[in-house]
């Protein structure tokens, strides 16, 4: 009786060692769960970051792309009235007015040509500056989401579920133990 009774008592200590081991193991799992959550939060953010950077990537080609059919209409255009000199303009003119208009005409022409020249040159290190970024960001993700598999991957098990390797002395322990936390 004495031995059934020390039995018990052992039993009983190692019921309660079980139990603080499964709380300790249920608070690790919450704390492996928040960083899970944390990082999918952290991917979600960075995916629409991209994705916007995509967009505006996309914006700044399309203005990239007409600003460069502006600079070519004007070049052309300065090319076939550029050939001429002043005199042969002057010459060429029905009154000093319209040459006049001419000279102002090429002079806005040449400033819209250094404009164009200049909007085409900022958007390409937009452009490039944003493809950078985007690098980044894509760069960064794996590494978030390996986190979050690496943190997946740790037996996360749900709170209140006690998985314990049992020896054939403490079965009963461990059965008495899911009998009171179904």
């Known amino acids: 009786a004495a031995t059934l009774q020390q039995e018990i008592a052992t039993n009983e200590s ?4 079980l139990a603080n081991q499964a709380r300790t193991l249920e608070n690790t799992i919450a704390g492996l769960n928040n960083q899970i959550a944390q990082a999918t939060a952290q991917i979600q953010l960075t995916d629409v970051k991209i994705n916007g950077l995509e967009e505006e990537l ?8 007409r600003q460069k059919g502006l600079l070519k209409a004007n070049m052309r255009a300065l090319y076939k009235r550029g050939g001429a000199s002043t005199v042969e303009l002057l ?3 029905d009154s000093f007015s319209e040459f006049i208009d001419e000279q102002e005409y090429l002079e806005r022409l040449k400033a819209s040509i250094q404009d ?7 958007l390409k290190q937009d452009i490039e500056a944003k493809k950078n970024e985007q690098l980044e960001r894509t760069d960064a993700e794996p590494v978030i ?6 943190a997946d991957g740790q037996q996360v098990v749900e709170p209140g579920v006690c998985q314990v390797h049992e020896d054939p002395n403490t079965r009963s322990v461990a059965a008495r133990q899911r009998a009171q936390h179904p």
């Open 116 to 122: 164009s020249t200049q909007k085409v040159l900022t």
């Open 14 to 17: 190692q019921a309660g060692q």
């Open 58 to 65: 996309k914006t700044a080609q399309r203005e990239l792309d």
């Open 91 to 93: 010459v060429a003119s």
């Open 145 to 150: 989401a390996g986190a979050a598999r690496k």
